[in-house]
Structure formats: C-alpha cells, structure tokens
C-alpha cells in the first residue's frame, strides 16, 4: 500500500518563481538573455543572428560569435560552431549547427539544421553547457495579410448574393481555410520556419462573386493556389467537384507532382526523405484545394 506524509496544504505550497523573474535580469526590449549559473549571464541587445561556440583569445572577436569558454565551454563539450540564434518572423529560434555533443532544448534533442522557437525560461544545452533563455518584451508580430476571393462556381447562376450562412461557412468556407492553413505549414516546414497562425481579420459576402476574405499566416499558400492550383484547374475542369479518391490514378498523381513544385516555388531546403514526407501530408489538401468547387482569386 503507497502513503504519502509530510504533504504540505495549498497555502504551505511555495511559490514557482522563474529563473528570469528569480535572476532579475535586466532585458531590453526585444533583445535576449541567456543565464548561466553562478550569477553569470549574456545579454544581446538586437535581432542580429550570433553563433554560440568555443573559440578562444586566438580568435579575431566579433558581434555575431559568442565565445563561452569563459563559462566552461571546453570542459563542457561545446564545439567551436556549436549553435546559432537568430530572429526569424518575429520569434527567436535557435538551431543546431552539426555539433559534436549535441544540442537540447527543455530535454528535446535538437534535430541538426532545424530551427527551434525560443521562450521565457527555456533551458537550452550545449554539450553539458546549460543556459536560461530570457526575453525581452517585444509587440506581438503582425503576419502580413492577404485579400481573396472564394467563388462557388454551381451558385454563380443563382440571383442575389452568396448568403453566408452558419452552414455554408461550416461546409465550404472553414474547411478550405483548414486546408489553406495546412499548406502554410508544409511551406513553412519546407523552408524550416516557425508558422504563423491563420488570423480571419474579416470575411464578407462579395455578390454573386462568393466570399471577400482578409487574412494573415496564409499568405504563402493563398498564393500558391492562386497561381499554380489554378493554373491546374484550368487544365482539369472536368474533374473539378469531384472527390480526389474518384479521380482517375494520373490526375492525382499530377496533384503529388504539383505539390513538389510548390515546394520548388518556395525553396524548400529538404533531403529526400523530409521531401517525401512532407509531399505526402500536402498531398491530400492539395487534391481537396484543387478539385473543390470554390476557386479561389486574389484579383
């Protein structure tokens, strides 16, 4: 039988306080600290991009390297090019540079060439060298927001506007803004980047025309399907409404092609198999994007 003994009452329970709070360090606005033990610390003032390592007394200083010999690196394990930090779309990240010893942030094991969003209180290790990450304040960054329309093309013989109604947003519209949202992530994930939420900031019915809708974390993909999803329905009319596992084997088969090339539109940096996969997961939503019967314009 398991007791427990000696369980403190909630008013007994201490309070958690954050190494950042705790340290009482001062960051300036939108710059980044890292916090070592021993009272040690580093502060960086801008979004400039710097590489954590060990390089020594020898080595000609500079604003994008941090030298953290003076805090263990060399008993530590850290390489000379050990990590980098940099600023990508209004977030920190950081990414490991090949090193020997590895990289691990809050005990995840940094994946070589990737890049990993940073917050308040995040515990970052280089080798055995462990650090504290605090932010500085900064305003919440603003994703750069499109305009388009959604046409349905069996309503536009119909007279009057394109009402929408609770149905016609829950059936056709969220659902193509779900599978928009997905393409931004694999876009993203392709370039290795942080993705951006989609954020509706205003949707209206637009006539006969459909829906007008403004929206920002999309951007890349609205693009991608104004210009090459449309390029492909123009080719395909016959097939559009259709539902992509009726579709003849060929066609679909263009639609795992079309997203490859989406990809190649993006500079996706990718080996083979990160290629594969992720051509795999956007395939399906760009099969729904491509033979629904909403077409999508920016014009």
Known sequence: MRTTRNVPLAAETPEIVSPCTERKVAIPAGGIGLLFDKDQSIIRESNDSFILGRYGQTVITSSTFIDLVNYGATELGVSRNHARIS?????????DLESTNGSWLNDTQL??????????NDRLVLGR????????????????????????????????PYALSLPILQKEILPYLEALAFVQEGI???????????????????????????????????????????????????????KPQEVDPIIYQSLV??????????????NSQEKFEVVEKLSPQIAFLALNPLTLSTE
């Not at 600023?87 to 990414?95: A, S």
């Not at 932010?135 to 536009?156: D, H, K």
């Not at 993909?221 to 016959?238: G, K, T």
């Not at 092609?257 to 990718?270: C, E, K, P, S, Y």
């Open 111 to 120: 994946t070589p060439g990737q890049f990993y969003p940073l917050q308040n």
């Open 129 to 160: 060298l462990g650090m504290c990450i605090c932010l500085g304040e900064r305003p919440l960054p603003q994703a750069p927001s499109i305009t388009f329309s959604l046409q349905n093309e069996p309503a536009l013989d119909k007279k009057g």
């Open 188 to 242: 993203d994930a392709g370039v290795k980047r942080p993705s951006s939420p989609l954020l509706l900031l205003s949707i209206q019915a637009a006539g006969s025309k459909g829906a007008m809708i403004k929206a920002s974390g999309v951007i890349d993909a609205v693009s991608s399907v104004a210009d090459r999803v449309s390029a492909w329905r123009n080719l395909h009319s016959d097939s559009i409404g259709s």
């Open 87 to 95: 600023y990508e779309n209004g977030t920190f990240v950081v990414e």
């Open 257 to 270: 092609q079309l997203v490859a090339v989406i990809l190649a539109d993006h500079n996706a940096v990718l």
